[in-house]
C-alpha cells in the first residue's frame, strides 16, 4: 500500500490552478530554492502519513459535497519525490473526470529525461505542470500561479489548451483563513509586502508561494 508525507491540504481553493480545487502539498523536498517560503516542507522525514487510499477516499468525498470541484492540485514540497504514490491518485483522480495540476521545481525537460518511471507515471496523468525552480532573482508574480520568470506552464493535455492564450487576464489571488486557535493561514501567489503585513497579524507561514 503506497503511502505518502503530507504537509498540508486544502480541499476547496481557487488560487491553486483553474476552477475550485482540492490541493495536496506534500512534505519533502530535495531541491530546496533559496528565497522558498515554504522551507518547512523541505524536511524529507517531516509531515504527516497519508495512504493514497485515504487520500482518494477523502477527494471522493470533497467531490460528493463539492460537485463544481474542477480537479487536484500537487504542490509541495516536491511532487516528483513522491510520484509513485501521486500517480496513483491521479489516475484515479481523471477517473472521476476532474483534472490535475503539478508544480515541480525539476524543468520539464530534466522529468522527460529521467528513467525514474514514477515521474513519467504523474506526468501521463497531468494535464498542467508548472515546472521550474523558484528564483529569487527573477521574482515575478504577474502570471498566474507562478512565482518567478523562468517558470513555465506546459499544457501535457488539451484540458486547459484554451488558458494558453488568456493567461494574461488571470489574476493571482490570496486566500487567507483565520482558524479557531485563532492561527491565520494563507495559500495562494503574494508579493513578500503582503506577507510582511501578514506576519505582523500573526500569520502562521504555511503554504504561501511567493
Not at 480537479?71 to 472521476?96: D, M, N, W, Y
Not at 476532474?98 to 528513467?115: A, I, K, M, N
Not at 515575478?140 to 493567461?167: A, C, M
Amino acid at each position: 500500500m503506497q503511502s505518502i508525507r503530507i504537509s498540508r491540504i486544502v480541499r476547496k481553493t481557487e488560487v491553486e490552478g483553474p476552477g475550485l480545487r482540492y490541493a495536496i502539498w506534500v512534505q519533502g523536498c530535495p531541491i530546496r530554492c533559496d528565497g522558498c517560503f515554504n522551507p518547512h516542507t523541505w524536511d524529507m522525514n517531516g509531515g504527516e502519513i497519508w495512504e493514497a487510499d485515504r487520500l482518494i477516499r477523502d477527494i471522493e468525498a470533497t467531490l460528493r459535497s463539492a460537485p463544481e470541484l474542477e480537479g487536484v492540485t500537487f504542490l509541495g514540497g516536491e511532487p516528483f519525490s513522491q510520484a509513485g504514490g501521486l500517480s496513483k491518485i491521479a489516475k484515479r483522480v481523471k477517473e472521476l473526470q476532474l483534472s490535475v495540476v503539478t508544480f515541480s521545481g525539476y524543468t520539464y525537460e530534466t522529468l522527460q529525461r529521467s528513467d525514474n518511471a514514477g515521474w513519467h507515471q504523474l506526468l501521463k496523468y497531468t494535464d498542467l505542470l508548472i515546472d521550474g525552480p523558484y528564483i529569487k532573482k527573477l521574482h515575478d508574480v504577474s502570471r498566474p500561479w507562478i512565482g518567478s520568470k523562468n517558470q513555465q506552464y506546459r499544457f501535457l493535455t488539451p484540458r486547459y489548451s484554451h488558458l494558453q492564450e488568456r493567461l494574461g487576464s488571470i489574476s493571482n489571488k490570496l486566500e487567507i483563513r483565520l482558524h479557531p486557535d485563532g492561527t491565520i493561514t494563507a495559500n495562494g501567489m503574494a508579493e513578500p509586502a503582503d506577507l510582511e503585513l501578514l506576519l505582523q497579524l500573526g500569520y502562521e507561514r504555511k503554504e504561501t508561494r511567493t
